[in-house]
């Protein structure tokens, strides 16, 4: 381990109840706004019109618009401002990931900025079918028309969403299913975590595999800590085997990795049960974690965070 990489991972913690568990947190591009969702039909402690479990949600570049994804088959559009709903798309199956569908479907919608944001198109701009394993997860890349999907399989691919063609893939990505996939903020490269018990980073151009960050449990997110070199990575022991679990057995901390070093670095405790989710501030000043315990947890950074030398004596120009 380089010298200088210790530091106080989280020198003051917010925690917010939730009822109960926590499955997706978003922050917006400010990092002003922290959204979160849960098995009880409740996005940010109101109640949505969901008459399901809230899987997933996104919000746009502009803070404007809001997206959920639910165990009601529905996808819906609202307003960040006020809360209310804008507009509601239905599904034969459940909406676990935004834009996912029946049998692993890649539905990919415009939205309609002009007016009041209710006026939308009920029918998907481009939808196409992943050949083989379910898409789990997906992500626009630094082309527009290109996605990024992570799957059942552990396999990780690009599309093109226009032709709906593979334009590449990378079947051993993963040895099993991925469970989260965040991207850099310039997209070039990506994390993903899987049930495999490894989080590992991604050339977005080639699908190569550049860093591999091991553990010893099912891993469900992982996120990348902006103008540090650090890895944030969450996960634990399944749900339905907690009760017969310790805090420590069960590994549910948040754990630290060194990006370049793959080695781990520290880890934070505080949830009782397996981590579903992590978002970094885009500043980098805190982050937030959602677990099967129903708490999120905001840890901020402290003053020997920034202090910290990740690469030792060697300076590092931006």
Known sequence: MASGTYFNCAALTLIVLRDPSCYKIRFNNEGDLLFSCSKDHIING?????????????????SKY??????????????????????????????????????GAVRVFKINRDGDGTNQSHEPEHMFHPVGSKATVCAFTYKPNLIVTGHESGKVALFDVVSGSEVLNNERAHMDQVTDLQLS???????????????????TKTLRVLKTYSTETPLNSAAMAPNKPYILIGGGQEAMQVTTTSLRQGKFETRFW????????????GHFGPINTIAVHPAGTCYASGGEDGFVRVHHFDESYYKAKPYGDLEIED
């Open 46 to 62: 109101h109640t949505t019109g969901h008459n399901g479990t809230v899987w997933t949600i996104d919000v746009d570049s502009q």
């Open 66 to 103: 809001l997206v959920s994804g639910a165990a009601d088959n529905t996808l819906r559009l609202w307003n960040v401002s006020n809360g209310k709903c804008l507009y509601e798309w239905e599904f034969p199956t459940a909406v676990k990931r935004q834009r996912m569908g029946h049998q």
């Open 185 to 203: 903020p310039d997209r070039t490269y990506f994390i993903t975590s899987s049930k495999d018990k490894t989080a590992r980073l991604h050339d």
């Open 258 to 269: 060194h990006k370049i070093f793959e080695e781990e670095i520290g880890r934070v405790k």
